[in-house]
């Protein structure tokens, strides 16, 4: 079993910031690519960022030059740092890995990010 956790949300003002960090253990075999996902109440979900198999990085444009995602394959972590939070940018936020062995995409619970205005 592979378990992905996500810590570090919380609720900020707008403007502020919050690190999200994802934690990926058990039967992990090869990780491609890894990233960051979002989906608030009443819409689907949507890409965040992500860090591709050739480490391009990838980001919605709603968060270019707001946020920035990182992450470490061998120890199977990713970070995304979230700066100038915006209310528009309240959701549940949900890290994945793609593991290349395995075939398959393995997802985290989510952490609730919670901007006001």
């Known amino acids: 079993q592979v378990q992905l956790v996500e810590s570090g949300g919380g609720l900020v003002q707008a403007g502020g910031s919050l690190r999200l960090s994802c934690v990926a253990s058990?039967?992990?075999?090869?990780?491609?690519?890894m990233g960051w996902y979002r989906q608030a109440s009443g819409n689907e979900r949507e890409l965040v960022a992500r860090i591709s198999g050739s480490d391009i990085t990838e980001y919605a444009d709603s968060v270019k030059g707001r946020f920035t995602i990182s992450g470490d394959r061998a120890k199977a972590t990713t970070f995304l740092q979230l700066n100038s939070l915006k209310p528009e940018d309240t959701s549940v936020y949900y890290c994945y890995i793609y593991d290349w062995n395995a075939g398959r995409d393995f997802w985290g619970q989510g952490t609730q990010v919670t901007v006001t205005s």
């Open positions: 058990g039967r992990i075999f090869s990780i491609h690519s």
